[in-house]
């Protein structure tokens, strides 16, 4: 007993500021070697979701790059931008959001770079479905034969896991409605098997439909949060930045980044706002069979950009209705926000919310899962997995998810580390990729 509270602490220790640092250290190399990408190319990347390019004829893909990143933008639009984002501001104050921001301007490079690797040795190596994202460029560096293989198990445990906190999520939305949570486990244990089961076709079918209903609810809901505190926004925007340089709100912003399930702070809870610097992206975007690699991170960085900006209008929604310093936290102070405005209709607007949030990252996360199965079976088992995966999601809606939300933080760490070593090792191929993409 005294051995396991030993490591648990190490881990607890690891994860904190020596993982932060670590994970800014990466981006911040990144962002000077790519000379700024993220700006530079900010708005070329619009560009190409406005007017994205036809694809290769011939190609046979799962997906189109545009699919990849709406798969992609629905794996970052978790539960966690309505919880997570609440108790950030809980536990570091207003200057949370601002640390948001930064953290996740340094992120949108690391982005960028592992899905270009992914594309490119797919594209290079001529990968089968059975192999891609990080999976596949691990093998190219220093210990590839080991880490690639630990990386794509901490994957999976990580997929099954964090589909179990959606559904759980899920749950206590539906339980708002009166809703039994038997119903609400075997109506997503039905969904889920009718999802996976129906093939990557299915899945990109119905990502397609519901991240736009995901994305249209969210900011016409609150923009007219902001605009009925309108008269609050400057001096919300002013506490944020002045209490975002304290060293108190600093600290407390930089642990409390956390936009995807909120039940305690760290790096984990920072990176599953975009998931960037997981690889999950990667392995999207590795089923596209694209042979531009350049425009396909471009294209990426975005979805990085917007869950960040989706983090920050909820947090100034937060800050300018005056609830942030209410004693609440969680979902709770998210539905406080909302209820200055919509009154007793915020529980329902939330709770819809969450269940559009949740469903959308079950959709994305299948594939991923799926995919990462394919890659340590070698395609064996397809269908008995895909069966255990819909109880994983079955069971998340009825369980607690305490030691669930552990067993995310530490793969989730292990990805990381793992995944950022590969993207710095092979920042050289990035940059010159990057050089001969600009000088054509």
């Not at 900006?309 to 929604?317: G, K, N």
Request: charged content about 10%; proline content about 3%; aromatic content about 12%.
């Amino acid at each position: 007993m005294l051995l396991l509270n030993s490591i648990q602490t190490l881990l607890n220790t690891i994860m904190g500021w020596p993982l932060i640092l670590y994970v800014i250290s990466i981006g911040v190399i990144c962002s000077i070697v790519l000379k700024g990408i993220q700006l530079r190319y900010f708005a070329y990347a619009w560009k190409l979701i406005l007017f994205p390019p036809k694809q290769t004829a011939g190609v046979k893909a799962d997906m189109t790059p545009l699919q990849a990143f709406i798969n992609t933008l629905s794996t970052n639009l978790g539960n966690g931008s309505l919880a997570g984002v609440a108790t950030a501001l809980y536990a570091g104050g207003p200057g949370a959001a601002i640390w948001m921001l930064i953290i996740g301007f340094i992120l949108m490079p690391v982005r960028f770079a592992e899905v270009y690797l992914s594309v490119l040795f797919s594209a290079e190596k001529k990968s089968s479905s059975t192999i891609g994202g990080p999976m596949l460029y691990l093998q190219s560096v220093v210990g590839g034969a080991l880490l690639a293989p630990i990386y794509a198990l901490l994957c999976l445990l990580f997929m099954i896991v964090g589909s179990g906190i959606q559904s759980n999520s899920i749950r206590i939305s539906m339980q708002n409605w009166q809703i039994n949570p038997w119903i609400t486990a075997t109506v997503l244990l039905l969904f889920i098997l009718y999802v996976t089961f129906g093939g990557a076709a299915r899945i990109v079918k119905i990502s397609d439909r519901i991240v736009p209903i995901k994305v249209v609810v969210f900011f016409v809901s609150t923009t007219i949060i902001l605009l009925y505190h309108a008269s609050s926004l400057l001096p919300a925007l002013k506490l944020m930045t002045s209490a975002a340089f304290s060293p108190l709100a600093a600290m407390g912003g930089m642990l409390g980044f956390s936009v995807q399930q909120a039940m305690r702070f760290g790096i984990s809870r920072s990176i599953l706002a975009t998931e960037s610097g997981l690889g999950t992206a990667a392995i999207l975007f590795s089923a596209t069979g694209s042979k531009e690699p350049e425009k396909d991170g471009i294209i990426a960085m975005l979805s990085t950009f917007i869950s960040t900006l989706v983090c920050f209008i909820l947090a100034l929604c937060i800050v300018a209705s005056g609830v942030w310093n209410n004693g609440m936290t969680s979902t709770a102070l998210t539905i406080a926000s909302y209820s200055t405005v919509f009154g007793w209709l915020a529980g329902w607007i939330v709770s819809f919310m969450s269940i559009a949030f949740g469903v959308g990252v079950l959709v994305a996360y299948a594939y991923i899962t799926k995919e990462t199965w394919i890659s340590i079976s070698r395609g064996k088992f397809i269908q008995p997995f895909t069966i255990i995966y819909c109880l994983c999601v079955f069971a998340g809606a009825l369980i607690n998810v305490d030691l669930v939300f552990t067993i995310a933080d530490y793969t989730n760490a292990g990805m990381l580390l793992i995944n950022l070593f590969g993207i710095f090792y092979l920042l050289p191929k990035i940059s010159q990729g990057l050089t001969r993409f600009e000088k054509k």
